[in-house]
């Protein structure tokens, strides 16, 4: 008995160290967070000496979350983003607690990410570059719309995106990678390597919204950026931060609503239950008439028939032993 007792202690021990704390949950974050955000901002700061454009940076943000996500995403689930982190919240997976923590670990991971890229460009390639200071430098790495989209530098002022059709953009392709966050990290998923699954939607999604809007779809990567940019004039992309923090919740709303009415637990429980129910109206419909139609079968003889049926035979007997 004590024995059982001890090993039942012993279990409870491993399984209360197996759940990360508070704090190492918020340091994974932190280190996600500032992986990505600097493989992404890094890759835009330097784009003028590169020829990766929208590729690059679509790459670039796929494998960092891979790499982020194998090695801390047993500890905190591999959010390293406000969109993702509020969509975890909305479909049950975190408190409402825990994702403002996040939220403030992804805004330091991200914001100590562009602080490193700022410190270390050299000054004699801003000179090479054109750029007068290093936030110049920083310009081409924030998010924008109309005369801050990427499209409007490309086609040299002949196109770019307003702010609505950049909104529905950046709601769009928000909602899509919160969507599969939820989807292959859903405990019932079959899916043998999750990060895979989302890095590869953030390549897809940015290839989609590079022209558009620079690629947001992550606040706390939006904000490192446009801080440390010299862009928060009359008309620059620093005043347009708003919608790269309004348009990634909202669509991480929405995606987290329609998996809970759609494809979380609670549903499908719902959809066995109205299954069941229409199962047993079925049974109800093919009940058969009552057994009374039916020919009565033959009574068994029972044991008092049989007991009077051989006395009225034993007189005969008697008689033919007596001749």
């Known amino acids: 008995?004590?024995?059982?007792?001890?090993?039942?202690?012993?279990?409870?021990?491993?399984?209360?160290?197996?759940?990360p704390s508070?704090?190492?949950?918020?340091?994974?974050?932190?280190?996600?967070?500032?992986?990505?955000?600097?493989?992404?901002?890094?890759?835009?700061?330097?784009?003028?000496?590169?020829t990766v454009g929208g590729l690059g940076v679509a790459l670039g943000g796929a494998f960092a979350y891979i790499a982020g996500a194998a090695a801390v995403g047993r500890v905190s689930g591999?959010?390293?983003?406000?969109?993702?982190?509020?969509?975890?919240?909305?479909?049950?997976?975190?408190?409402i607690s825990s994702m403002f923590s996040y939220w403030g670990a992804q805004l330091v991971g991200a914001i100590l990410a562009a602080a490193v890229l700022f410190a270390?460009?050299?000054?004699?390639?801003?000179?090479?570059?054109?750029?007068?200071?290093?936030?110049?430098?920083?310009?081409?790495?924030?998010?924008?719309?109309?005369?801050?989209?990427?499209?409007y530098l490309q086609t040299q002022g002949q196109a770019q995106f307003d702010w609505l059709p950049a909104l529905l953009v950046e709601v769009i392709i928000s909602a899509v990678l919160v969507g599969v966050y939820l989807g292959v990290n859903d405990p019932r998923?079959?899916?043998?390597?999750?990060?895979?699954?989302?890095?590869?939607?953030?390549?897809?999604?940015?290839?989609?919204?590079?022209?558009?809007?620079?690629a947001g779809m992550n606040p706390a990567r939006s904000t490192a950026a446009a801080l440390f940019a010299n862009s928060w004039g009359a008309d620059g992309s620093g005043r347009q931060l708003w919608l790269f923090w309004v348009a990634p919740l909202v669509g991480a709303a929405l995606a987290?609503?329609?998996?809970?009415?759609?494809?979380?637990?609670?549903?499908?429980?719902?959809?066995?239950?109205?299954?069941?129910?229409?199962?047993?109206?079925?049974?109800?419909?093919?009940?058969?008439?009552?057994?009374?139609?039916?020919?009565?079968?033959?009574?068994?003889?029972?044991?008092?028939?049989?007991?009077?049926?051989?006395?009225?035979?034993?007189?005969?007997?008697k008689a033919d032993d007596k001749a």
């Open 256 to 317: 987290a609503l329609f998996y809970r009415a759609f494809g979380s637990a609670e549903a499908e429980e719902e959809l066995e239950d109205l299954d069941e129910d229409d199962d047993e109206d079925d049974d109800d419909e093919s009940v058969v008439e009552p057994a009374a139609a039916e020919p009565a079968a033959t009574p068994a003889a029972t044991p008092v028939a049989e007991e009077a049926a051989q006395e009225s035979a034993e007189p005969g007997k």
């Open 120 to 151: 270390t460009v050299p000054q004699p390639l801003l000179t090479l570059l054109g750029k007068e200071s290093t936030p110049d430098a920083f310009d081409s790495a924030v998010n924008g719309f109309a005369q801050n989209s990427p499209l």
């Open 1 to 19: 008995m004590s024995q059982d007792l001890a090993a039942t202690s012993g279990v409870t021990e491993v399984e209360e160290e197996r759940t």
């Open 189 to 214: 998923s079959k899916v043998g390597y999750a990060p895979v699954a989302v890095g590869s939607a953030i390549a897809a999604l940015t290839l989609v919204s590079w022209f558009v809007t620079n």
């Open 78 to 95: 591999a959010h390293f983003n406000p969109a993702i982190s509020l969509g975890a919240w909305l479909g049950g997976r975190i408190s």
């Open 22 to 50: 508070l704090l190492s949950r918020l340091l994974a974050e932190t280190f996600g967070t500032f992986l990505l955000t600097l493989v992404i901002v890094g890759v835009l700061v330097y784009s003028p000496l590169n």
